[in-house]
């Protein structure tokens, strides 16, 4: 599936983690994160903590949302 957007994050702890997916959860839209070959529902608490902290994670997704882009911003891998 091809995506409008697709940042390249990384979160050192936990904290981080649920603010990004608590974010997600709240946008209409679908959002993906992958990293090597899994691809998981990014709004899954428990599917991104299985996909680790201080990886590359490709977000993936179509939508806008203010709150949730400036979230990807955050932790966008420079």
Known sequence: MMYDKVTVIQFSNLIELEAFV???????FEIDAKYNRIIIDA???LGMIGLGLRKNIEVCYDGSNERFEKLVAK???A
Request: charge should be neutral; glycine fraction near 8%.
């Open 22 to 28: 608590k974010a997600a959860g709240d946008c209409e």
């Open 43 to 45: 709004k899954s608490l």
């Open 75 to 77: 932790f966008a891998v």
